[in-house]
């Protein structure tokens, strides 16, 4: 199991951006498929982008690579989600998740239930 460790939330206005860290106390570079989930509030855990660490290969869900970027930096073991041009609907406790490498290839990334490990969520407030 992947101890995750989140950070970077808060309240921002519309159209700024922000930027999470999930800190992953395992090493990236033996490849994992770690990504980031939200849920609002009264709706399902949704999926926003996923990282094959060992390659460095992002995966985006639906059209959601024009606002959000997914990076890793190994030498920290961390991953981030930077969200720009934040709209209202952005609003939603943040999930950084890991699971086994296959899951990214594996055309099922977006599922919640295909990780095992999650941080502890962060809010991410815009007005």
């Known amino acids: 199991h992947v101890q995750l460790v989140e950070s970077g939330g808060g309240s921002v206005q519309a159209g700024g951006s922000l930027t999470l860290s999930c800190v992953a106390h395992e090493d990236l570079y033996r490849g994992y498929c770690m990504g980031w989930f939200r849920q609002a509030p009264g709706k399902q855990r949704e999926a926003v982008a996923v990282?094959?660490?060992?390659?460095?290969?992002?995966f985006y869900f639906d059209d959601m690579e024009d606002r959000f970027h997914i990076s890793q930096d190994n030498a920290k073991d961390t991953i981030y989600l930077e969200i720009t041009n934040l709209k209202l609907d952005d609003t939603a406790m943040y999930y950084c998740?890991?699971?086994?490498?296959?899951?990214?290839?594996?055309?099922?990334?977006?599922?919640?239930?295909?990780?095992?490990?999650w941080s502890q969520g962060t809010q991410v407030t815009v007005s």
């Open positions: 998740a890991a699971g086994p490498s296959f899951v990214c290839s594996s055309g099922s990334w977006g599922f919640a239930s295909n990780y095992h490990d």
């Open positions: 990282i094959y660490t060992g390659a460095r290969r992002p």
